[in-house]
């Protein structure tokens, strides 16, 4: 299937590694030239090169922060200097699991504030910034990761994951009538560069009884972002291969 991403300029946030490194490979396979963005300058020159010469497309390495509006912005105008114009925004930058994952009497509100705007905020200023020129060309793609810890209890920062849901949902509202989409892809415990070998076994109680690798949930991300998916919007998607034992989610 021919996804149309020949051609569209993407921008992954946290691209540097893990998942958004892998969402980055995926989009730049399928045609796509990338700005990828965080915080740690090495990393993400070594990543950008590293993609560029596997893919053969532009990867543009950009420093930002998404906690900071300003940088979010330069971060835009970067991207549209050096590649032209913003067609797809993967919002995907923030601390795995979150911070505050122990009992009440622990949580510590700095830290959680913290991780609320790294990924509910920091997920927001990324949309705001890249909204007027997706508009502009009447077509866009926002895809937001979330994570499993939005769905069910026992850890305080999972409430991001929640959060994130209710912005899809609203922006996808919003921003439909202009030809954009806005899609959310769970993941549940994922195979990245990290990943040891305790929670590859625990991660294969889900439904197919293995761990999903960061590859497979940039092929969803590659989907929600190509011409194919017109018609979905709005939507949180579960990708980690059935770990929550329940039907309606
Ligand atoms: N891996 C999993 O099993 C799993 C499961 C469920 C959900 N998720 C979600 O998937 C996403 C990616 O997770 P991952 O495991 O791939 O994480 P990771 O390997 O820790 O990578 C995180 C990326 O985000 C960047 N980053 C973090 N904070 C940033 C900020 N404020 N501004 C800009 N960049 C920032 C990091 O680079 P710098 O540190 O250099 O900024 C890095 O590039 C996250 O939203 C996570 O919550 C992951």
């Given at each position: 299937m021919d996804l149309g991403l020949t051609g569209k300029v993407a921008i992954v946030t946290?691209?540097?590694?893990?998942i958004g490194r892998a969402i980055a490979r995926e989009l730049a396979r399928e045609g796509s030239d990338v700005a990828i963005c965080a915080r740690q300058r090495q990393a993400l020159d070594e990543a950008a090169k590293a993609l560029s010469q596997e893919t053969g497309r532009r990867i543009i390495p950009i420093v930002a922060d998404t906690m900071s509006s300003e940088s979010v912005a330069q971060l835009v105008k970067a991207t549209v200097a050096a590649l032209g114009r913003v067609d797809v925004l993967v919002n995907n930058a923030s601390t795995p699991g979150g911070m505050v994952r122990g009992p009440l009497a622990d949580a510590d509100d700095k830290t959680l504030l913290e991780d609320i705007d790294t990924k509910v905020v920091g997920y927001l200023r990324c949309a705001k910034a890249v909204a007027p020129h997706m508009r502009q060309r009447k077509w866009g793609r926002i895809i937001n990761i979330g994570g499993l810890s939005g769905r069910r209890s026992?850890?305080?920062?999972?409430l991001r994951n929640a959060a994130v849901v209710h912005l899809t949902k609203t922006l996808a509202d919003e921003l439909g009538a202009h030809g954009i989409t806005v899609n959310l892809v769970h993941p549940g415990a994922t195979r990245t560069e990290r990943t040891d070998a305790e929670t590859e076994r625990r991660a294969a109680s889900n439904a197919i009884r293995r761990i999903v690798d960061a590859s497979e949930i940039a092929q969803v991300v590659a989907f929600l972002a190509s011409v194919k998916a017109a018609n979905v919007t709005g939507v949180a998607i579960d990708a980690s291969g059935g770990s929550i034992p329940v039907m309606f989610q």
């Open positions: 946290g691209g540097s590694r893990g026992g850890n305080i920062s999972g």
